[in-house]
């Protein structure tokens, strides 16, 4: 029996091969070199060997025979063949054996195949790329030189620094083909990426898949490149096309949007994150509610002995401002006696309301001494347009705080309080009369 005729071959398996491998094989050939796919003249003449072969293996009557004549053709003793022993297997009762459990075997295939694609990432992170390289499937490794994959992550370095990953199971795949090769299992995980953009520090999150693949003998993870010759030219294009920013220039931009004095956001800063908003509001058909706070001292400015007692009541009112809205609003500082206020997802009346609590809060009483204040106020709703514009028209319609009944109510409560006539005050006779006494 020659090698043209050994079906074994003509399949590329071995011949102690189990049904399921020869009726893969045969599928993963026919892929390959069916006329309809390969169009090289040879491939048709291959895919006649390639059914000839399958006609007689596939067949169990018709492989047994065969295969005692390959046997006796390659010098082979029956007693070693597997496919004999096999075939006397099916004739025989076998023991009963214990059946697996199909949910452990899934998590411990699960379990194998996350560590292998975790320390893979913890590789890429620690910049150990050829240890990383030698975790990837065996056709990856013949498809991609170790040379390239080295210079492909010292490019991508160049550009992006990985951070952070998380890594969660999504799907198995049984006998699934990839890159041409057919693997028993391959398992689909979902990665979250947390990205620095080295020139600028600007730091993004993905979401990506990648696969690990069981090639028979061990978990590989799956490249998905063929060629990485046009990314390394991308990559490299990009690193010299992207500006080097001056780190010194991007910290002084983000400080310019913090005010130093309360900590809260600065008329830029306060813009930026409200246009998002407002971008989103939109897209989403959320109600946007905006507010404007005046602080204007009780006596003039030129009046105030302490230089500090203006930047002390500012200070007081954005803490107690900061510490009192919701974790979704925005508060910032957009003039030296001025806070806007943005309300997320609130209507006008409803913000109205949570403006009338913070001014309640920051309101103080005039036997204060040191912080002596008034506070004007206003509230519009916004949906697009200018912010610059729309923060302007609320502080132009600020208006002074008007008391409410529970504050008069109190007024009157502290006036009785502290009135005195005589030697008494008001409270102190009050009290007297309780007590059934007159001291007049």
Known sequence: ?????????????????????IDAAYRCLSKIYHPDINKNPQAVERMKDINIAYGTLGDTKKRRSYHLEWMRSNGVKPVVSSVLHQEKQRTEPAPPQPKADPDETLKKEQEQALQVLDEFFCDTVNERWEKAYHKLTRIDIGNVPVDDFLEWKKAVSQIYKLGNYKIAY???YVNCEYAGVLFPIIIQFSVSLTEMQVTTGQISEDTTQKYVGFDGTAWRVCLGYTD???????????AQAIPKIDREEVFMKAVEKIDLLTGVYSLAGFSEQA?????????YGNPLSLAAITVK?????????????????????????CGNIRKTDLIGRCNPSSFVVLFTETQLEEAENALGKLLEVCSVEEEDGFLEYQLFASCISIYKGDIGQMIATALENTTLREKSVRDDWMEQKENIAHTRLGKYRISDILGFNKKGKNHF
């Open 1 to 21: 029996m020659n090698n043209q005729n050994d079906f074994y071959k003509i399949l590329q398996v071995h011949h102690d091969a189990g049904q399921d491998i």
């Open 297 to 321: 001292p009780l006596r003039s400015v030129e009046s105030i002995s302490d230089e500090n007692q203006v930047d002390a009541y500012i200070s007081y009112i954005a803490e107690m401002l």
């Open 228 to 238: 990485l010759k046009p990314t390394i030219v991308k990559f490299k294009y990009l």
């Open 170 to 172: 999504f799907r198995k």
């Open 275 to 283: 246009e998002r908003e407002m971008l989103r509001s939109q897209r």
